[in-house]
Structures are given as C-alpha cells and as structure tokens.
C-alpha cells in the first residue's frame, strides 16, 4: 500500500542553525501539506502546496519557513534559522485532490529537537 | 472564529464495552468531518470519514453525523486495549478556494483490560 515517506525521524540541532524536513508522498497525489505538533498539544496546520506554489499558509508558517518540490517525488520544510519553540513533531501528509471529500494521508512524522 | 473541540479525557473505559467520542464544530458550512486516530509519538491514522447526516459503520467504529447540532461523534464496539489512543475529530472547511483542515485537541482513551 502506498505510503507518504519522512526523512529523518529525529533531527536535533542547535538554535539559529537551518533545518530540512524531507517528505515523499503518495506517488499520484497532488496536494501537499505540512503539520506541526507541538508535544502534548493539538496538530496545527503550518502550509499546503500544489502545482508547485503555496495554495494556503497559517500563521505560523511566516518568513522563516519555506517549502520546496525540487523535484518529481520529494517535498521539503525548510527552517531558516530555528528556535527553542519549533520543537515538535512535523507531518508531511498528502491527497489526491483538496475536495471536500478528499482524505489526506499523513508520514510518520519527523521529531525536530531545538538546543 | 473555526474551532474543533472535544473531551480531552481521559475517557476509561472496561474492555468489551462501547466507547464514544464526541467532537463539536464552530463552522456551519463544513461539510466533511474526519476521526483520526493517534498513538503517543506516531502520526494521525484515518480511522473514519463522514459527510451525510446520520450513522456511518466500518466493522468495530460507528461515525454519526448530526449537522443542525454541529456534532459528531465515533463509537468504538468491543473496546480492545489496542484501541487505547488520542482519537482527533478534524473537520474540513472551505476558506477562499481551498479547503483546509481545522483539528480539535483530542481526546486520549484508555481501554482498561
């Protein structure tokens, strides 16, 4: 069965360094998105992504944030200069369409620890 | 302002018996709901998705659908320790020409053998 892909599960970096947060997903699926869980809280939406833009963004996803599709299968968080407040857990998920009915398929996750 | 909220529990419930879940939504025009189930440290898994007004069964879960109240709700038959989780109530709303996810906080259950 397919599933959406997460590369690294744990990433521990020192505050201000630039992280990365690899996803493939589903092969013929084409919307993207981005999730953020912060330990013990609720699953917050950071960015949906389609036809190689940014369809929609919350509040948290501001400049020091960015995505990237740099090629047909993998998609990219980028955290240009992290913070103690960015641990948490971040899932990559994916559908087919952004119908209503649509359901998104989430990765295992990629547990991002901040020094 | 579109919320999601539930019970975030914990809810303790004997093996063998029902569990339920509920989940309350802010936003009339949502129009399809999702219960996600989720194990400390793993990602949400899709258990059930709902759309219509009234019952949804798959094997063991019960999704209901009351839209005039704004709630819904999933009922877990024959409770299992392996069903002890967060289950998250996630509602899909329309905003601009996308649609995103708006998720409540979860509720943890706790199947007691």
């Known amino acids: 069965e397919p599933e959406v892909t997460q590369t690294p599960s744990h990433q521990v970096t020192q505050m201000g360094q630039e992280v990365i947060l690899r996803c493939v997903p589903i092969?013929?699926?084409?919307?993207f998105y981005w999730y953020r869980q912060i330990l013990g809280q609720k699953v917050e939406f950071l960015v949906s992504?389609?036809?190689?833009?940014?369809?929609?963004k919350s509040e948290i996803f501001d400049d020091q944030f960015s995505v990237e599709r740099p090629d047909g299968s993998n998609f990219t968080l980028k955290i240009r200069s992290t913070k103690l407040e960015d641990s948490a857990m971040y899932f990559c998920?994916?559908?087919?369409?952004?119908?209503?009915?649509?359901?998104?398929?989430f990765g295992p996750g990629t547990r991002l620890t901040v020094l | 302002q579109k919320e999601v909220e539930q019970n975030s529990g914990p809810l303790s419930v004997p093996e063998g018996a029902i569990a339920s879940l509920n989940c309350t939504y802010s936003?009339?025009?949502?129009?399809?709901f999702f219960w996600y189930r989720q194990y400390s440290g793993k990602s949400p898994e899709l258990i059930m998705s709902?759309?219509s007004n009234g019952d949804k069964e798959d094997g063991r879960f019960t999704a209901q659908l009351n839209k005039a109240s704004q709630y819904v709700s999933l009922l877990i038959r024959d409770s299992q320790p392996s069903d002890s989780a967060t289950y998250l109530c996630?509602?899909?709303?329309?905003?601009?020409?996308?649609?995103?996810?708006?998720w409540g906080a979860g509720t943890k259950l706790i199947i007691k053998p």
């Open positions: 998920a994916s559908s087919l369409a952004v119908l209503m009915g649509d359901t998104q398929y």
């Open positions: 092969s013929n699926h084409l919307y």
């Open positions: 992504f389609y036809n190689n833009e940014i369809s929609e």
């Open positions: 936003d009339r025009g949502s129009q399809s």
């Open positions: 709902i759309y």
């Open positions: 996630a509602v899909k709303v329309a905003r601009d020409s996308n649609y995103q996810l708006i």
